[in-house]
T-cell receptor, first 113, second 114 residues
Framework: GAGVSQSPSNKVTEKGKDVELRCDPI?????LYWYRQRLGQGLEFLIY????????KSGLPSDRFSAERTGESVSTLTIQRTQQEDSAVYLC???????????FGPGTRLTVL | SQQGEEDPQALSIQEGENATMNCSYK?????LQWYRQNSGRGLVHLIL?????REKHSGRLRVTLDTSKKSSSLLITASRAADTASYFC??????????????FGQGTILTVHP
């Protein structure tokens, strides 16, 4: 079956612009996670969804970051007024339920000029 | 903050040799997962081991978990050039408010020479 998909695969934007990143989880997976990976580093947790509610937003770095999810389907991560330090690969993962294996998408590489 | 810390940071071996990577963590965990990443993208899930388990196998992979020492190891036997990648351990904290989120270490870069 299809894995987690993300779009776009690459995004180059100018400082100050808004960007929207999309994640399509594996069908039937109730839990969805967003992570960020800066160059040469491990992953940082951003936000978690159970269904379409987000009980844990603790990893969002600032109020410029927001995310939403439609039911147990697509999620979008929005970054407003992008800054150069936002440049990273943004990875989405889904799992059948919490405490299970997380399956990752290919990521969106964001470059802020 | 990073929970899992991998050791070594980089490992270079010849094809056919075994590779061992270690991971240490600080808090009580629900489970620990190992992932492989090629070329800075594409995280592939390898193994999940729960806190009440001590050892798991999957093909050429063997994972051990010692909760008393808060450490885990990943052994890849009979390595192949295709095993060249970065390997990450990631922990899920125990407790209902962890929401299953993974806390990653910095990773071990494994290079297998043909």
């Amino acid at each position: 079956g299809a894995g987690v998909s993300q779009s776009p695969s690459n995004k180059v934007t100018e400082k100050g612009k808004d960007v929207e990143l999309r994640c399509d989880p594996i069908s039937g997976h109730t839990a969805l996670y967003w992570y960020r990976q800066r160059l040469g580093q491990g992953l940082e947790f951003l936000i978690y969804f159970q269904g379409n509610s987000a009980p844990d937003k603790s990893g969002l770095p600032s109020d410029r970051f927001s995310a939403e999810r439609t039911g147990e389907s697509v999620s979008t991560l929005t970054i407003q007024r992008t800054q150069q330090e936002d440049s990273a690969v943004y990875l989405c993962a889904s799992s059948v339920q919490v405490y299970n294996e997380q399956f990752f998408g290919p990521g969106t590489r964001l470059t802020v000029l | 903050s990073q929970q899992g810390e991998e050791d070594p940071q980089a490992l270079s071996i010849q094809e056919g040799e075994n590779a061992t990577m270690n991971c240490s963590y600080k808090t009580s965990i629900n489970n620990l997962q190992w992932y492989r990443q090629n070329s800075g993208r594409g995280l592939v899930h390898l193994i999940l081991i729960r806190s009440n388990e001590r050892e798991k196998h999957s093909g050429r992979l063997r994972v051990t978990l010692d909760t008393s020492k808060k450490s885990s190891s990943l052994l890849i036997t009979a390595s192949r050039a295709a095993d060249t990648a970065s390997y990450f351990c990631a922990t899920v904290n125990a407790g209902g408010t962890s929401y299953g989120k993974l806390t990653f270490g910095q990773g071990t870069i494994l290079t297998v020479h043909p």
